[in-house]
Every structure is written in C-alpha cells, then in structure tokens.
C-alpha cells in the first residue's frame, strides 16, 4: 500500500513558520531600527498576531492557508529587491504619521511601533495573498472523497 505524502495540517503550520520567517528578514531589520524599547514590544506583538492568524489559516483554512505559503514565498524571495517592503514599511509609517499628527517620532512608541508593523504586514500578506490564490486557482486539486469547494480541503 501506497503511502500519502500529502502534507498534514501540521505540516502546513511549520511551512507557514518558515515561511513567515523568512519573510521576516527586511522589514524586521528596518522596523527594529525605528523602534525604541517600548516600540519593539508593541513590533513583536504584531508579529506574534501575524503569525498566529497564518496557523489559524493553514489549521482551519486549509485553502487560505496555502494562498498565503505560495504567496508568501514570492513575497520572502521578492526582499532581494525588497520594493513591496519599502513601499509597505513607507505606508504604515504615513498613516502613523497621520494619526499621532506628529512628524515620524522616532523612535517609535509601543502602539506605534504595533500600528506601523499591523499596516506593513497587513499590506504584505495581501500583496502574498494575491499571487497566492491565483496559484491555488490553477493547482488545488481537491482531493475526491471530499466536497469540492470545501475551505477546510487537504491535498
């Protein structure tokens, strides 16, 4: 007998970790900077709330869940030229701006070093999720003793 080799929903939840990792590397190093102590705390909290919504997706969404690893690699390899974490780093330091009505303090506070991280990583997952589903439309193939259009569908 043939063993499955599919992926388990575990499985998925360490590829989103190293995924999410690697796209990590830029912006962290960037963010970190414009940070002080206490804008850290609220930077590493955003990260912890990122993180955690993927492994909610790849446990419970499967197909969400596999939008976001495909897309998500594009996006890690992407830092190479790292225009997408410029330009979303650039936003949420803008709408920061906006909202404190202050110049770009730095180093940034906890919250806002928590907003300007929640509107980076929020804009990098859907320039991820984009990529990610249209990988997800031409490949899933649903497996055949499950419905077809079912979100929580294995390969």
Known sequence: MMKDRRLTSRGWRILWSVVFGLNLIFPLF???NLCGPSGRVGLGLAIAAYWGLGLRACAGRALW?????????LVAFSQFYPTAQYFAGLAGLSAWSFISGSDLPHPLSGLGGFFVTGVTGGLLQLVALIPGWIIVAIFHRPSPSKPRYRPDDEF
């Open 65 to 73: 869940g596999r939008a976001l690893i495909y897309g998500g690699t």
């Open 30 to 32: 960037l963010g970190w």
